[in-house]
Protein backbone atom coordinates (compact mmCIF):
# COMPACT_ATOMS: atom_id res chain seq x y z
CA UNK A 1 0.00 0.00 0.00
CA UNK A 2 2.68 2.55 0.78
CA UNK A 3 4.45 1.86 -2.69
CA UNK A 4 0.97 2.55 -3.84
CA UNK A 5 0.44 5.79 -2.64
CA UNK A 6 3.91 6.64 -2.87
CA UNK A 7 3.77 5.70 -6.84
CA UNK A 8 0.20 7.57 -7.37
CA UNK A 9 1.67 10.58 -6.17
CA UNK A 10 4.26 10.83 -7.97
CA UNK A 11 1.98 10.02 -10.80
CA UNK A 12 0.02 13.29 -9.47
CA UNK A 13 3.02 15.40 -9.91
CA UNK A 14 3.70 14.10 -13.10
CA UNK A 15 0.06 14.79 -14.46
CA UNK A 16 0.00 17.91 -12.82
CA UNK A 17 3.15 19.15 -14.83
CA UNK A 18 2.51 18.38 -17.95
CA UNK A 19 -1.49 19.88 -17.04
CA UNK A 20 0.29 23.04 -15.73
CA UNK A 21 2.86 22.75 -19.01
CA UNK A 22 -0.06 22.54 -22.03
CA UNK A 23 -2.13 25.20 -19.98
CA UNK A 24 0.62 27.79 -20.32
CA UNK A 25 2.14 27.47 -23.54
CA UNK A 26 -1.62 27.53 -25.24
CA UNK A 27 -2.18 30.73 -23.15
CA UNK A 28 1.30 32.37 -24.36
CA UNK A 29 0.17 31.57 -27.71
CA UNK A 30 -2.65 34.44 -27.20
CA UNK A 31 -1.77 38.26 -27.18
CA UNK A 32 -0.27 40.20 -24.05
CA UNK A 33 -2.94 42.26 -21.87
CA UNK A 34 -0.61 44.54 -19.66
CA UNK A 35 -2.71 46.74 -17.30
CA UNK A 36 -4.24 49.77 -18.85
CA UNK A 37 -3.00 52.14 -16.98
CA UNK A 38 0.32 53.79 -17.95
CA UNK A 39 1.60 53.66 -14.86
CA UNK A 40 0.64 50.19 -13.93
CA UNK A 41 1.55 49.25 -16.97
CA UNK A 42 5.00 50.56 -16.43
CA UNK A 43 4.90 48.62 -13.05
CA UNK A 44 3.78 45.08 -14.78
CA UNK A 45 6.26 45.14 -17.55
CA UNK A 46 9.63 45.87 -15.54
CA UNK A 47 7.95 42.80 -13.42
CA UNK A 48 8.53 40.92 -16.71
CA UNK A 49 11.90 41.76 -17.36
CA UNK A 50 12.77 40.91 -13.79
CA UNK A 51 10.92 37.62 -13.60
CA UNK A 52 13.11 36.97 -17.42
CA UNK A 53 9.46 37.15 -19.18
CA UNK A 54 10.79 40.38 -21.12
CA UNK A 55 13.76 42.40 -22.48
CA UNK A 56 14.15 45.94 -22.53
CA UNK A 57 15.81 48.96 -23.74
CA UNK A 58 15.67 52.46 -23.09
CA UNK A 59 15.79 55.13 -25.11
CA UNK A 60 16.13 59.00 -24.80
CA UNK A 61 14.80 61.96 -26.45
CA UNK A 62 18.10 62.95 -29.02
CA UNK A 63 16.65 62.76 -32.39
CA UNK A 64 18.65 59.58 -33.19
CA UNK A 65 16.89 57.71 -30.28
CA UNK A 66 13.30 58.77 -31.27
CA UNK A 67 14.11 58.03 -34.91
CA UNK A 68 15.25 54.07 -33.69
CA UNK A 69 12.10 54.09 -31.94
CA UNK A 70 10.12 54.97 -35.29
CA UNK A 71 11.72 52.73 -37.23
CA UNK A 72 10.91 49.75 -34.16
CA UNK A 73 7.64 50.95 -34.86
CA UNK A 74 7.55 50.36 -38.47
CA UNK A 75 9.37 47.19 -38.10
CA UNK A 76 7.52 45.42 -34.95
CA UNK A 77 4.40 47.05 -36.69
CA UNK A 78 2.01 43.94 -36.45
CA UNK A 79 3.74 42.56 -33.48
CA UNK A 80 2.33 46.31 -31.42
CA UNK A 81 0.95 45.12 -28.42
CA UNK A 82 1.45 42.04 -28.91
CA UNK A 83 4.82 40.62 -28.01
CA UNK A 84 6.66 43.96 -28.18
CA UNK A 85 5.16 46.96 -26.27
CA UNK A 86 6.50 50.54 -26.70
CA UNK A 87 6.33 52.71 -23.11
CA UNK A 88 6.38 56.77 -24.00
CA UNK A 89 7.83 58.44 -21.32
CA UNK A 90 6.03 58.73 -17.86
CA UNK A 91 5.41 62.36 -16.08
CA UNK A 92 8.60 64.12 -15.82
CA UNK A 93 11.26 61.03 -17.76
CA UNK A 94 12.37 61.64 -21.12
CA UNK A 95 12.97 57.93 -21.45
CA UNK A 96 10.94 55.60 -24.09
CA UNK A 97 11.12 52.12 -22.86
CA UNK A 98 10.88 49.21 -26.03
CA UNK A 99 9.77 45.65 -24.13
CA UNK A 100 10.13 42.27 -26.13
CA UNK A 101 8.72 39.46 -24.81
CA UNK A 102 11.19 36.37 -25.20
CA UNK A 103 10.55 33.33 -26.70
CA UNK A 104 7.85 30.77 -24.97
CA UNK A 105 10.22 27.97 -23.84
CA UNK A 106 12.45 30.41 -22.29
CA UNK A 107 9.55 31.91 -20.19
CA UNK A 108 8.29 28.61 -19.22
CA UNK A 109 11.73 27.43 -18.15
CA UNK A 110 11.80 31.08 -16.25
CA UNK A 111 7.80 30.29 -14.79
CA UNK A 112 9.00 26.88 -14.07
CA UNK A 113 12.04 28.29 -12.32
CA UNK A 114 9.94 31.12 -10.30
CA UNK A 115 7.26 28.68 -8.91
CA UNK A 116 9.65 25.98 -7.81
CA UNK A 117 12.26 28.55 -5.72
CA UNK A 118 9.92 31.41 -4.49
CA UNK A 119 6.70 30.32 -4.95
CA UNK A 120 6.03 33.13 -7.43
CA UNK A 121 3.13 32.71 -9.75
CA UNK A 122 3.24 35.76 -11.25
CA UNK A 123 1.23 38.83 -11.21
CA UNK A 124 -2.20 39.94 -11.83
CA UNK A 125 -3.00 42.16 -15.02
CA UNK A 126 -6.69 42.92 -14.66
CA UNK A 127 -7.91 41.64 -12.08
CA UNK A 128 -5.77 43.50 -9.34
CA UNK A 129 -2.85 44.75 -11.64
CA UNK A 130 0.27 43.87 -10.12
CA UNK A 131 -0.73 41.77 -7.05
CA UNK A 132 0.67 37.96 -7.13
CA UNK A 133 -1.89 36.35 -8.82
CA UNK A 134 -1.12 33.38 -6.42
CA UNK A 135 -2.72 35.48 -3.55
CA UNK A 136 -5.71 36.55 -5.41
CA UNK A 137 -6.91 33.00 -5.26
CA UNK A 138 -5.86 31.79 -2.43
CA UNK A 139 -7.57 34.40 -0.32
CA UNK A 140 -10.78 32.85 -2.29
CA UNK A 141 -9.92 29.35 -1.63
CA UNK A 142 -11.77 29.00 1.83
CA UNK A 143 -15.26 30.81 0.36
CA UNK A 144 -14.94 28.01 -2.52
CA UNK A 145 -14.25 25.20 -0.34
CA UNK A 146 -16.65 26.12 2.32
CA UNK A 147 -19.47 26.28 -0.03
CA UNK A 148 -19.13 23.20 -1.58
CA UNK A 149 -18.13 21.33 1.68
CA UNK A 150 -21.50 22.35 3.00
CA UNK A 151 -22.80 21.29 -0.32
CA UNK A 152 -21.77 17.71 0.40
CA UNK A 153 -22.96 17.96 3.91
CA UNK A 154 -26.62 18.83 2.76
CA UNK A 155 -26.94 16.06 0.36
CA UNK A 156 -25.32 13.18 1.60
CA UNK A 157 -27.60 12.14 4.60
CA UNK A 158 -30.62 13.38 2.57
CA UNK A 159 -29.10 11.27 -0.47
CA UNK A 160 -28.48 7.94 2.03
CA UNK A 161 -31.93 8.48 3.38
CA UNK A 162 -33.61 8.74 -0.10
CA UNK A 163 -31.94 6.10 -1.56
CA UNK A 164 -32.31 3.50 1.33
CA UNK A 165 -35.65 4.39 1.79
CA UNK A 166 -36.76 3.73 -1.85
CA UNK A 167 -34.80 0.52 -2.47
CA UNK A 168 -36.86 -0.80 0.49
CA UNK A 169 -40.09 0.71 -0.79
CA UNK A 170 -39.23 -0.55 -4.28
CA UNK A 171 -42.13 -0.05 -6.52
CA UNK A 172 -44.57 1.62 -4.17
CA UNK A 173 -45.93 4.71 -3.98
CA UNK A 174 -43.03 6.33 -2.05
CA UNK A 175 -40.73 5.00 -4.54
CA UNK A 176 -42.43 6.00 -7.64
CA UNK A 177 -43.06 9.75 -6.04
CA UNK A 178 -39.04 9.30 -5.62
CA UNK A 179 -38.84 8.32 -8.75
CA UNK A 180 -40.35 11.92 -9.70
CA UNK A 181 -38.63 14.03 -7.57
CA UNK A 182 -34.76 12.13 -9.26
CA UNK A 183 -35.86 12.89 -12.75
CA UNK A 184 -37.21 16.20 -11.84
CA UNK A 185 -34.27 17.78 -10.75
CA UNK A 186 -31.41 15.60 -12.87
CA UNK A 187 -33.65 17.08 -15.81
CA UNK A 188 -33.57 20.91 -14.28
CA UNK A 189 -30.35 22.95 -15.75
CA UNK A 190 -28.84 24.57 -12.59
CA UNK A 191 -28.68 27.68 -14.33
CA UNK A 192 -32.46 27.75 -14.48
CA UNK A 193 -32.80 26.19 -10.42
CA UNK A 194 -30.67 28.81 -9.04
CA UNK A 195 -32.67 31.76 -10.75
CA UNK A 196 -35.93 30.22 -10.01
CA UNK A 197 -34.74 30.22 -6.49
CA UNK A 198 -34.24 33.54 -6.42
CA UNK A 199 -37.24 34.56 -7.63
CA UNK A 200 -38.86 32.97 -5.58
CA UNK A 201 -37.02 33.50 -2.20
CA UNK A 202 -35.50 36.62 -2.60
CA UNK A 203 -38.36 38.53 -5.19
CA UNK A 204 -41.26 37.33 -4.50
CA UNK A 205 -41.11 36.82 -0.39
CA UNK A 206 -39.50 40.44 -0.49
CA UNK A 207 -35.78 39.37 0.19
CA UNK A 208 -36.66 36.23 2.78
CA UNK A 209 -33.11 35.40 1.22
CA UNK A 210 -30.46 37.80 -0.32
CA UNK A 211 -30.21 37.90 -4.36
CA UNK A 212 -26.88 38.37 -4.00
CA UNK A 213 -24.35 36.62 -1.72
CA UNK A 214 -23.62 39.07 0.98
CA UNK A 215 -20.21 41.31 1.05
CA UNK A 216 -17.90 39.59 3.36
CA UNK A 217 -16.15 42.39 4.92
CA UNK A 218 -20.22 44.46 5.96
CA UNK A 219 -22.20 41.06 7.11
CA UNK A 220 -22.16 39.20 10.53
CA UNK A 221 -22.43 35.26 10.72
CA UNK A 222 -26.66 34.76 10.23
CA UNK A 223 -26.42 37.34 6.95
CA UNK A 224 -23.75 34.98 5.68
CA UNK A 225 -25.52 31.76 6.42
CA UNK A 226 -28.18 33.67 4.53
CA UNK A 227 -26.26 33.61 1.77
CA UNK A 228 -25.51 30.12 1.48
CA UNK A 229 -28.71 28.60 1.34
CA UNK A 230 -29.63 29.63 -1.88
CA UNK A 231 -26.78 28.06 -3.69
CA UNK A 232 -26.24 25.22 -1.43
CA UNK A 233 -30.20 24.23 -2.22
CA UNK A 234 -29.84 24.72 -5.86
CA UNK A 235 -26.22 22.39 -6.34
CA UNK A 236 -27.64 20.05 -3.31
CA UNK A 237 -30.91 19.11 -4.64
CA UNK A 238 -29.56 17.96 -8.35
CA UNK A 239 -27.08 16.30 -6.49
CA UNK A 240 -29.69 14.66 -3.88
CA UNK A 241 -31.16 13.53 -7.00
CA UNK A 242 -28.69 12.04 -8.45
CA UNK A 243 -26.93 10.08 -5.55
CA UNK A 244 -30.61 8.56 -4.61
CA UNK A 245 -30.86 7.19 -8.60
CA UNK A 246 -27.14 5.88 -8.06
CA UNK A 247 -27.68 4.44 -3.63
CA UNK A 248 -31.34 2.82 -5.13
CA UNK A 249 -29.59 0.78 -8.29
CA UNK A 250 -27.18 -0.91 -5.89
CA UNK A 251 -29.46 -1.34 -2.95
CA UNK A 252 -31.81 -2.57 -4.87
CA UNK A 253 -29.01 -5.18 -6.42
CA UNK A 254 -27.69 -6.34 -3.13
CA UNK A 255 -30.77 -7.40 -1.36
CA UNK A 256 -31.26 -9.44 -4.07
CA UNK A 257 -28.17 -11.43 -3.56
CA UNK A 258 -27.34 -14.94 -2.03
CA UNK A 259 -25.51 -13.47 0.62
CA UNK A 260 -28.49 -11.47 1.98
CA UNK A 261 -31.15 -14.49 1.42
CA UNK A 262 -28.48 -16.69 3.18
CA UNK A 263 -28.19 -14.39 6.42
CA UNK A 264 -32.16 -14.20 6.80
CA UNK A 265 -31.78 -17.99 6.64
CA UNK A 266 -29.80 -17.83 9.49
CA UNK A 267 -32.13 -15.96 11.44
CA UNK A 268 -31.70 -12.55 10.79
CA UNK A 269 -34.72 -10.59 10.48
CA UNK A 270 -35.06 -8.30 6.93
CA UNK A 271 -33.69 -4.73 8.71
CA UNK A 272 -30.49 -6.58 10.50
CA UNK A 273 -29.56 -8.21 7.40
CA UNK A 274 -30.16 -4.83 5.52
CA UNK A 275 -28.16 -2.95 7.74
CA UNK A 276 -25.57 -5.23 8.81
CA UNK A 277 -25.01 -6.15 5.29
CA UNK A 278 -26.82 -4.80 2.62
CA UNK A 279 -26.10 -1.38 2.89
CA UNK A 280 -22.01 -1.60 3.84
CA UNK A 281 -21.89 -3.95 0.41
CA UNK A 282 -23.89 -0.91 -1.91
CA UNK A 283 -21.47 1.56 0.05
CA UNK A 284 -18.38 0.19 -1.90
CA UNK A 285 -19.28 1.53 -5.39
CA UNK A 286 -20.80 4.92 -3.50
CA UNK A 287 -17.92 6.03 -1.55
CA UNK A 288 -16.30 6.77 -4.39
CA UNK A 289 -18.65 8.26 -6.26
CA UNK A 290 -18.92 10.82 -3.33
CA UNK A 291 -14.93 11.70 -2.42
CA UNK A 292 -15.32 12.24 -6.22
CA UNK A 293 -18.29 13.72 -6.44
CA UNK A 294 -16.64 17.07 -4.39
CA UNK A 295 -13.94 17.85 -7.61
CA UNK A 296 -16.80 17.75 -10.22
CA UNK A 297 -18.84 20.39 -7.42
CA UNK A 298 -15.99 22.37 -6.82
CA UNK A 299 -15.79 22.75 -11.31
CA UNK A 300 -19.92 22.87 -11.61
CA UNK A 301 -19.48 26.00 -8.82
CA UNK A 302 -18.33 28.11 -11.81
CA UNK A 303 -22.47 28.89 -12.63
CA UNK A 304 -23.73 29.05 -8.94
CA UNK A 305 -20.44 32.01 -7.99
CA UNK A 306 -21.10 33.47 -11.41
CA UNK A 307 -25.10 34.33 -11.03
CA UNK A 308 -24.94 34.43 -7.09
CA UNK A 309 -21.95 37.27 -7.59
CA UNK A 310 -20.03 34.55 -4.62
CA UNK A 311 -16.50 36.12 -4.83
CA UNK A 312 -14.95 32.27 -5.07
CA UNK A 313 -12.02 30.84 -7.17
CA UNK A 314 -15.07 30.13 -9.95
CA UNK A 315 -15.69 34.08 -10.55
CA UNK A 316 -12.15 35.34 -10.08
CA UNK A 317 -11.66 32.65 -13.05
CA UNK A 318 -14.43 33.49 -15.50
CA UNK A 319 -13.16 37.12 -14.75
CA UNK A 320 -9.71 36.43 -15.48
CA UNK A 321 -11.08 34.61 -19.49
CA UNK A 322 -13.05 37.66 -19.85
CA UNK A 323 -12.21 38.45 -24.29
CA UNK A 324 -9.32 41.06 -24.50
CA UNK A 325 -8.69 41.25 -21.23
CA UNK A 326 -7.30 37.95 -20.05
CA UNK A 327 -5.35 37.61 -17.06
CA UNK A 328 -2.97 34.45 -17.90
CA UNK A 329 -1.62 34.20 -14.38
CA UNK A 330 -4.42 34.41 -12.38
CA UNK A 331 -5.54 31.37 -14.68
CA UNK A 332 -2.61 29.56 -14.54
CA UNK A 333 -2.51 29.62 -10.57
CA UNK A 334 -6.39 29.12 -10.67
CA UNK A 335 -5.83 25.51 -13.10
CA UNK A 336 -3.11 24.44 -10.59
CA UNK A 337 -5.87 24.70 -7.61
CA UNK A 338 -8.49 23.04 -9.55
CA UNK A 339 -5.69 20.25 -10.87
CA UNK A 340 -4.24 19.57 -7.63
CA UNK A 341 -8.36 19.37 -5.96
CA UNK A 342 -9.30 16.51 -9.11
CA UNK A 343 -5.95 14.66 -8.61
CA UNK A 344 -5.79 14.24 -5.09
CA UNK A 345 -9.72 13.42 -4.99
CA UNK A 346 -8.56 10.88 -7.71
CA UNK A 347 -5.94 9.51 -5.41
CA UNK A 348 -8.55 9.27 -1.92
CA UNK A 349 -11.22 7.74 -3.90
CA UNK A 350 -8.37 4.56 -4.96
CA UNK A 351 -7.51 4.48 -1.50
CA UNK A 352 -11.04 4.17 -0.24
CA UNK A 353 -11.86 1.23 -1.45
CA UNK A 354 -9.31 -0.75 0.58
CA UNK A 355 -10.71 0.81 3.51
CA UNK A 356 -14.56 0.19 2.81
CA UNK A 357 -13.79 -3.63 1.48
CA UNK A 358 -10.67 -5.31 3.15
CA UNK A 359 -10.99 -7.43 0.41
CA UNK A 360 -9.37 -5.04 -1.94
CA UNK A 361 -5.62 -4.09 -1.61
CA UNK A 362 -4.73 -1.33 -3.94
CA UNK A 363 -1.41 -1.89 -5.15
CA UNK A 364 -1.23 -5.32 -4.69
CA UNK A 365 0.29 -7.94 -7.54
CA UNK A 366 -2.10 -10.96 -7.21
Do not use: C
Amino acid sequence: MRNYIIQRVIWIFIILFSTLTITFVLLKTAPEYPPAKVEERDVWLERQVYDGYYTREYYTDSDEDLEIVESIKVEYEDELNRTVFILNPINDSTTTKVFYRVPTVIQYQQWLKNVITEWDWGYSTKIRANTPAFDIIAERIPLTLSLNILILVFYIPLGFTFGIIAALKKDTLIDNLMQIFIIFFLSLPALVFILLLIILFSYQLDNFLPSLFPIIARSDFWALARGYVIPVVAAGLPAVAGFTRMLRAELSEVLTSEFVLLAKTKGLSHQQAVLRHAIRNSLVPMIPIIIGSFARLLSGSFILERVYAIPGVGSVTLRALTKGAYDYNVLMSSSAFYSVIALFAVLIVDLSYGIIDPRIRMGAKR
